[in-house]
Nanobody
Framework: QVQLVESGGGSVQAGGSLRLSCVARGYTYKAYYMAWFRQLPGKEREVVAGFYIEDGTTDYADSVKGRFTISRDNAMNTVHLQMNNLKPEDAAMYYC?????????????????????WGQGILVTVST
């Protein structure tokens, strides 16, 4: 069973930065597509960014392009999400997820139902 553990959330003022990290345990994470999702209370969980570990290909939601960067640290089995120029609308619970590599090939990385493993979530708040 894949275990994902997030860290790095917290509170920041608008325009500030935060870095989220997701440590993958219990499997060879290189064989997966890793992604970050976020969710507001009462709203659907939406994908923010994705990373195909095998070749380093990245994908981003339009709302975060140019502000967020997803990256990896293979030695630590970790995927990071660097969030810059944060806006109040970025405040949410953020989740790390792992899915099959086919998410990249088929272009279905936005499909939440395709992800088999999830972290517990970490809160990000952005104040004005």
């Amino acid at each position: 069973q894949v275990q994902l553990v997030e860290s790095g959330g917290g509170s920041v003022q608008a325009g500030g930065s935060l870095r989220l990290s997701c440590v993958a345990r219990g499997y060879t994470y290189k064989a997966y597509y890793m992604a970050w999702f976020r969710q507001l209370p009462g709203k659907e969980r939406e994908v923010v960014a994705g990373f195909y570990i095998e070749d380093g290909t990245t994908d981003y939601a339009d709302s975060v392009k140019g502000r967020f960067t997803i990256s990896r640290d293979n030695a630590m089995n970790t995927v990071h999400l660097q969030m810059n120029n944060l806006k109040p609308e970025d405040a949410a619970m953020y989740y790390c997820a792992a899915g099959p590599p086919s998410l990249r090939w088929l272009g279905t990385w936005r499909d939440i139902s395709q992800y088999s493993s999830w972290g517990q979530g970490i809160l990000v708040t952005v104040s004005t």
